[in-house]
């Protein structure tokens, strides 16, 4: 029962929900229908200053008025005037309770309202932003009355640039709050992301902290050319109004250079430096301009129509220059395989192109049109640079990390320089002192063989075998310590493999392996012949002993870029990467009998005639070894 009552509960909190929601979407749907759009409307310049003081009725009844249409704004003055009156006519009935007048844009700097000959409305602004929203409630008996208006301008544009709307007050203060509050949240989140930069600078090394706040500065300032264009702080917050227009101003030249010397800074300088010289020529100006407003703001706007020609209608040329020349040398660096070029030209030309076309419209309409579209255009190019700097950092990151892996091999590669110099420094010296010993103990074994018993004989024999190997290694030593290269010729190694072949096939034959070689002739190298033979004999056997049932060995060279390259492969039992960094370290083997000298030798060789060589190998697949010499042929065979 009690979870019953409790479902019924939530259904019908739903339901109240629901209902609630059809209720308010049905009352929104009919404020609409009650609204009336008013599209046209009668305008009259204004003969002298005296007539605001005239009595109302009297302006009503003079003349002549001109009808105009709800976006067509008026410029120019064949008045010597910059101030009008305007007047519309309120609807003949008024279904409203508490009903209102909305303006959504009109040009002015001082506007003042009256309806019966009373003032009900009044703003008169001290700053240059001439973008107004206007929101005056009314009663309902005041439908049919004129309403007239009195606007005056510092600029040769006036009048209503959208419908007049009369409404529900309630539903008209909704939209009046929030029209334009997304500016205000999306110049606030592009600031806010950029003093999360701007505290992550503490934590970047010193060269990467010049990009970072470039870009964080470039942030602040689309940000706050964003909010202080919005004609929301104005319409709200309007006594603020010279603070934003000074705050505009000053972003936006900050901004333009900014932008050109990311450009610069990440992809390039362009052609012939071209990128480099237009962003000091827009710092220069960007100074004038600043030097400018600030003489303008202490003469209280008495140089305001040669700062506007600098700041506004020069500067706008500029603009348009700037799009044009970032676009085409993104383009030009994208063509030329620049990866950031390509992502930073998508950014600029979603922007600029936005840009481009918005200021070619503006200077079409005479300065008449309210710029807005730039503000997505915006959103494409941050959204570029972030992912252009993060795939700078990743790329720099990623550069740390093989530099990190170069520096660990080069470090290893010195350890066993230096390991190999000290063994061959050893070898050289032990080898001749244990070698003599040998021989001597050799004779006589050889010699107590010759007089002893046959029991006696097997174990003369194992000694005699222990000291062939004893010998051995200490060739291999000495092998190592002096390569013995005097005698070098010119080989060619189609010649050389053929009596390698002649070795190490039978041995093959003995392991259940086949040998496959293919060796062009006329691959020649220098060097001496029997040490040739010796480094790749070994290596060809350790292949041999490495290969299981069904093995194989493919052996063959090619002529490559002023080196001879020899691959040998083998599908044998592989090695993983630890024992593949062992290799060539004395007394390391794999085999039970092994040392690891051979190996050293190998490289030790090959390292004596200039060469090298690399191991790619997979447990349980095989090995491959790649052995680079230079080429001693005068031209590259076809």
Not at 176 to 181: A, D, S
Not at 372 to 390: A, E, H, N, Q
Not at 538 to 559: P, T
Not at 591 to 598: D, I, M, N, P, Q
Request: with cysteine; hydrophobic share 45%; proline share 2%.
């Amino acid at each position: 029962m009690k979870w019953f009552s409790k479902k019924m509960m939530v259904i019908l909190i739903v339901v109240l929900m629901a209902s609630s929601n059809v209720v308010s979407a049905s009352n929104t749907i009919e404020d609409r229908n009650k609204s009336i759009e008013i599209k046209r409307w009668q305008f009259m310049w204004e003969k002298s200053n005296s007539e605001e003081r005239k009595n109302i009725s009297d302006i009503l009844s003079s003349g002549p008025w001109t009808w105009r249409g709800s976006s067509q704004v008026i410029t120019g003055s064949n008045q010597r005037s910059y101030t009008l009156w305007l007047k519309f006519r309120l609807p003949a009935t008024i279904d409203i309770s508490t009903p209102a007048i909305f303006i959504d844009k009109i040009y002015a700097k001082d506007i003042s309202i009256y309806l019966d000959n009373v003032l009900i409305y009044e703003n008169n602004r001290s700053h240059t932003y001439d973008a107004n929203r206007i929101l005056v409630a009314v009663k309902p008996e005041d439908a049919g009355k004129e309403l007239l208006m009195r606007v005056h301008s510092e600029r040769d544009r006036m009048g209503m640039a959208e419908e007049i709307i009369v409404g529900k007050y309630q539903t008209l203060l909704k939209k009046f709050v929030k029209e334009n509050l997304i500016d205000i949240i999306f110049g606030s989140s592009i600031i806010f992301i950029a003093v999360v930069m701007f505290i992550c600078t503490f934590f970047l090394r010193k060269e990467q902290i010049r990009d970072w706040l470039s870009l964080d500065i470039v942030l602040v300032a689309i940000g706050t050319l964003i909010i202080t264009y919005s004609p929301y702080l104005y319409t709200h917050y309007g006594e603020y109004g010279n603070m934003y227009t000074a705050l505009f101003d000053i972003a936006l030249l900050i901004f333009l250079p900014g932008l050109t010397y990311i450009f610069e800074s990440m992809i390039g300088k362009g052609y012939r430096g071209l990128i480099s010289h237009f962003r000091k020529f827009q710092m220069k100006y960007s100074l004038l301009c600043l030097i400018l407003m600030f003489i303008n703001m202490l003469l209280d706007n008495a140089f305001y129509g040669i700062y506007y020609i600098v700041s506004v209608t020069v500067l706008g040329v500029f603009i348009i220059i700037q799009g044009i020349l970032l676009v085409v040398n993104a383009v030009y660096y994208a063509i030329k395989g620049n990866r950031d070029a390509v992502i930073m030209a998508t950014g600029f030309a979603v922007f600029s192109l936005v840009i481009i076309t918005e200021f070619i419209w503006y200077y079409s309409q005479n300065g008449n049109h309210e710029l807005f579209l730039w503000k997505w255009g915006v959103m494409g190019f941050v959204v570029s640079l972030i992912v252009l700097l993060g795939r700078k950092f990743a790329l720099n990151h990623r550069r740390v990390v093989e530099y990190s892996k170069e520096l660990e091999r080069f470090n290893n590669e010195l350890q066993r320089s230096e390991k190999m110099d000290i063994i061959s420094e050893l070898a050289a010296s032990v080898a001749h002192e244990v070698r003599n010993p040998l021989q001597v103990t050799r004779g006589f074994l050889q010699l107590l063989e010759e007089k002893s018993q046959d029991k006696e004989k097997g174990y003369l024999q194992l000694a005699l075998e222990e000291l062939e190997r004893a010998s051995n290694i200490i060739t291999d030593f000495l092998t190592f310590a002096k390569p013995g290269l005097e005698q070098i010729t010119l080989l060619d190694i189609s010649k050389e493999f053929k009596h390698i072949e002649g070795i190490l096939l039978p041995l093959a034959n003995f392991e259940g392996g086949t040998v496959y070689t293919n060796i062009p002739s006329g691959l020649m190298i220098h060097g001496n012949s029997s040490k040739f033979k010796q480094a790749l004999i070994n290596m060809i056997k350790n292949s041999i002993e490495a290969l299981g049932d069904e093995g194989l060995i493919r052996i063959w060279a090619y002529h490559d870029g002023g080196e001879v390259v020899v691959h040998i492969h083998d599908n044998g039992q592989g090695m993983d990467a630890e024992e593949i960094m062992r290799l060539g370290e004395p007394y390391y083997s794999n085999k039970t009998r092994g040392t690891g000298l051979g190996l050293m030798v190998t490289f030790r060789i090959i390292e004596s005639m200039d060469g090298s060589v690399t191991f790619e190998s997979k447990k349980g697949v095989g090995t491959e070894a790649v052995i680079r010499f230079p080429s001693a042929n005068k031209s590259e065979p076809l």
